[in-house]
C-alpha cells in the first residue's frame, strides 16, 4: 500500500483495532496521508508495533496504545486522553474494534460469548464515541466499521455477531445529529465478506461464490472507502451507511 497524499496532514486520528486486519490497513492509509494515528490494540503489542513502524519508517507519525475499550468504558477516555497528550487534540475516529465469538445460529452462542461480543462491537464504541465526541475538532470526521451481513441471509451464519454490530447504525443517526452544528461527518462502514483471519476458509469460499466479482474482498477494498469519508474534502455525507461487499448476494 502506498498513497502520496497529504490530504491529512495535521490530522489527529485514532483507529481502534488496529494491530491486525481491515483496522491496520486503515490506520496504514491514514498516516501514509499524513495523519498522526493512534494505533489501539487490546493485546497484541507486538503486531501494534509492526504497524506503528510501518507508519514512522514511511516518514508518518504513530503511537501504540493498549485499551479494551469493551471491557472498561473508561479506557475510551484513556485513548482519546492518549491522543491530546500525543499529538494535541483529535480529527479523526475509526471505531472499528470488534471481536466474533461463537457459532452459526441462535443456539451457537454462549452467554459469556454474547456478552462479550456486545461488551467489544456495541458497548464500547458508545462510550468511546461520547469521549471523542467532546474533544474533537470542527469538521472531524468518525467512522463506525459495522457488518453488511445485517442487511442479509448472511446475517444467520454469525450467531450474535451481526445483531451486536447493529446499534452501530443507531450510534451515527445519533452522534452525526449532535454534532453536525460543528461540521463533524459520521458514518457507517459496512464491508462484506472481506479476507481476514476473522473468517474461517469455509466461509471465505461461500463469499467468493456470492460475489459478482467472484473473489473475496480485500483489506484494502475498505480502506479505501474510509478513506473517502474522512476527506476533509467530503464535508456532506453524514449519518449514512455505505455498503463495501463487491455487490455479494449475501450482503444485499
Known amino acids: 500500500m502506498s498513497l502520496n497524499s497529504q490530504l491529512l496532514n495535521g490530522k489527529v486520528a485514532i483507529v481502534t483495532g488496529a494491530s491486525r486486519g481491515i483496522g491496520r490497513e486503515i490506520a496504514l492509509h491514514l498516516g501514509a496521508q499524513g495523519a498522526a494515528v493512534i494505533v489501539n490494540y487490546a493485546s497484541n503489542a507486538n503486531a501494534a508495533k509492526e504497524v506503528v513502524d510501518a507508519i514512522t519508517k514511511a516518514g508518518g507519525r504513530a503511537t501504540a496504545v493498549q485499551a479494551s475499550i469493551g471491557r472498561d468504558i473508561s479506557q475510551g477516555n484513556k485513548l482519546v486522553q492518549a491522543a491530546v497528550d500525543a499529538y494535541g487534540g483529535l480529527d479523526i475516529l475509526v471505531n472499528n474494534a470488534g471481536v466474533y ?14 456478552d462479550e461480543m456486545f461488551a467489544v462491537n456495541s458497548k464500547g464504541p458508545f462510550f468511546l464515541l461520547r469521549a471523542a465526541s467532546k474533544v474533537i475538532r470542527n469538521n ?3 467512522v463506525n466499521i459495522s457488518s453488511a451481513s445485517l442487511a442479509s441471509g448472511a446475517v444467520s451464519l454469525f450467531g450474535a455477531y451481526a445483531p451486536s454490530k447493529a446499534p452501530l447504525h443507531e450510534y451515527t443517526k445519533l452522534f452525526a445529529a449532535e454534532l453536525a452544528g460543528r461540521g463533524v461527518t459520521v458514518n457507517t462502514v459496512m464491508p462484506g465478506f472481506t479476507a481476514t483471519d476473522m473468517l474461517s476458509d469455509k466461509i471465505l469460499e461461500i463469499a467468493k461464490a456470492s460475489s459478482l466479482f467472484k473473489r473475496v474482498g480485500t483489506v484494502e477494498d475498505v480502506a479505501v472507502v474510509v478513506d473517502f469519508l474522512v476527506s476533509p ?3 456532506w455525507t453524514t449519518a449514512q451507511s455505505l455498503h463495501v461487499s463487491g455487490g455479494g448476494t449475501l450482503s444485499r
Do not use: D, H, K, Y
Open 140 to 142: 472531524g470526521r468518525i
Open 101 to 114: 465469538l461463537g457459532g452459526a445460529g441462535s443456539e451457537g452462542v454462549t452467554e459469556e460469548q454474547f
Open 233 to 235: 474534502t467530503n464535508n
